[in-house]
């Protein structure tokens, strides 16, 4: 069972994911429920609900989303960054925070590798207690508009080659928008969408996806 905070249940109450969660997992003893929380949302309502889960002893797994920035309300500052609206201040990184809960059963993973992710959820998920993933890479919107911001050139688009044998990963699993399927299957890259990350390569068993060979666009 998957809780985030965009389902239909926790809109109501969109930070409350980890309470849920916990509170699922005491009516769901054959299989793990596993939670999802930003990093914002840990640090502003989310750590109730995981003090409440370390107190009780509740088993699910809470998978954090680490994009070092508030992005649903414009890219503020977190605790995790050390920096408020006056400047500099305390840092509190996230994983500091769960360790000063006395929580064990952490780990880390760059959330854009995917086979390393998938195993790091695999062993979390089989543990019978309360364990913790702190999916971590930098929010790529931010990114953008930071490159964009000061004049830099973005990286290319990617590119699908001849090898697309039409498995449709990336656009049934990996689901980036910018990936486009017509009628007869044949898969294309909407040039407008593509921010050429690179972080879909790896989902094609194929590997068609490639980077593109333009130099990068000039920021707008
Ligand atoms: S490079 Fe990034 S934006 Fe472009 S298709 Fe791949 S994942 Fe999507």
Request: contains cysteine.
């Amino acid at each position: 069972m998957v809780i985030t905070s965009g389902s239909a249940l926790s809109r109501l109450r969109a930070p409350f994911g980890s309470g849920t969660a916990a509170g699922l997992s005491l009516f769901n003893t054959s299989r793990k429920v596993v939670a999802f929380l930003g990093d914002s949302t840990f640090y502003h309502a989310g750590l109730p609900g995981i003090i409440n889960a370390v107190y009780n002893q509740h088993n699910f797994t809470l998978i954090i989303l680490d994009n070092g920035t508030t992005a649903m309300t414009g890219h503020q500052n977190t605790p995790g960054n050390g920096l408020n609206a006056n400047g500099p201040t305390v840092k509190m990184p996230i994983r500091q925070v769960l360790e000063g809960l006395g929580i064990k059963n952490i780990q880390e993973v760059d959330a854009y590798a995917q086979g390393k992710l998938r195993e790091a959820v695999t062993a979390a998920v089989a543990e019978p207690t309360f364990s913790v993933i702190i999916a971590k890479h930098p929010c790529m919107l931010k990114t953008m508009r930071e490159l964009r911001s000061t004049g830099k050139t973005l990286p290319p688009e990617v590119t699908i080659n001849k090898d697309c044998s039409l498995h449709h990963d990336c656009v049934e699993a990996f689901a980036c928008p910018t990936f486009q399927r017509d009628a007869d299957g044949t898969v294309w890259v909407s040039k407008d969408l593509c921010i050429g990350d690179g972080s879909c390569k790896q989902t094609c068993p194929a590997k068609a996806i490639v980077s593109g060979t333009n130099s990068g666009k000039e920021a707008k």
